[in-house]
């Protein structure tokens, strides 16, 4: 069963435009929530991350909302770049499970045109 | 080196052979992960090492596969008795783990494994 479930495989977004990305969960267990972005033949690397204790999280162009009664939280990049052109994904960590244990979407495919 | 190394990039193997595939983290990080992604998915966690044991094998599928990390280091994901279902890209990452149990992870750019 797919317990972090990214329902959009591709987003595409004008250059200047707001990029909303979507993540909805099952496990009530989960407790800390992360975004990761990927370039193709590299590693995912870190992006922003939000404590379930919180419902937003800011760093720059990045806002990670949380919806905890919904089960769901969503990304919005603004303003979209060209280079934020990537798979983005979202990742959930449990109470109780080991440190680092993370449990991925199936990612979203960024687009953003110039 | 400045960021988690793996190798091979590229490994194409029959099925039924043993596979060998190598991390090498960050240079002081503690933890070490292994995660497996199948095309079209997300990363899937495998196992975690704190130091040189393994602190959570649970995500291994089954006995057919293995890792080491026998100097709290580099580290090595055995894969014995390969089938096709194996293919994947096998990406490791490092961490620090800081106080409250916070720290990012660090992946490195994978191990693409082909079964054929």
């Known amino acids: 069963d797919q317990q972090v479930k990214q329902n959009s495989p591709s987003l595409s977004v004008q250059e200047g435009r707001i990029s909303i990305l979507n993540c909805d969960y099952t496990?009530?267990?989960?407790?800390?929530f992360l975004w990761y972005k990927k370039y193709p033949a590299e590693g995912p690397t870190f992006l922003i991350s939000?404590?379930?204790?919180?419902d937003k999280n800011e760093d720059g162009r990045f806002t990670v909302f949380l919806n905890k009664s919904a089960k769901h939280l969503s990304l919005h990049i603004v303003p979209s770049q060209p280079g934020d052109s990537a798979v983005y994904f979202c990742?959930?960590?449990?109470?109780?499970?080991?440190?680092?244990?993370?449990?991925f979407g199936q990612g979203t495919i960024l687009t953003v045109h110039p | 080196g400045a960021g988690v190394s793996q190798t091979p990039s590229n490994k194409v193997t029959e099925k039924g052979k043993y596979v060998e595939l190598r991390c090498d983290p960050i240079s002081g990080h503690t933890a070490l992960y292994w995660y497996r992604q199948s095309l079209g998915q997300g990363p899937e966690f495998l196992i975690y090492f704190q130091g040189t044991g393994a602190a959570d094998d649970s995500g291994l599928p089954n006995d057919r596969f293995f890792a080491v990390r026998p100097e709290g280091s580099v580290s090595t994901l055995k894969i014995q008795r390969t089938e096709r279902g194996d293919s994947a890209v096998y990406l490791c990452?490092?961490?620090?783990?800081?106080?409250?149990?916070?720290?990012?992870?660090?992946f490195g750019e994978g191990s693409r494994l082909t079964v054929l």
């Open positions: 990742a959930a960590s449990a109470r109780g499970t080991s440190y680092g244990k993370l449990t």
């Open positions: 939000i404590s379930s204790i919180k």
């Open positions: 496990n009530s267990m989960f407790d800390y």
């Open positions: 990452a490092s961490s620090l783990i800081l106080a409250g149990g916070s720290g990012e992870l660090f």
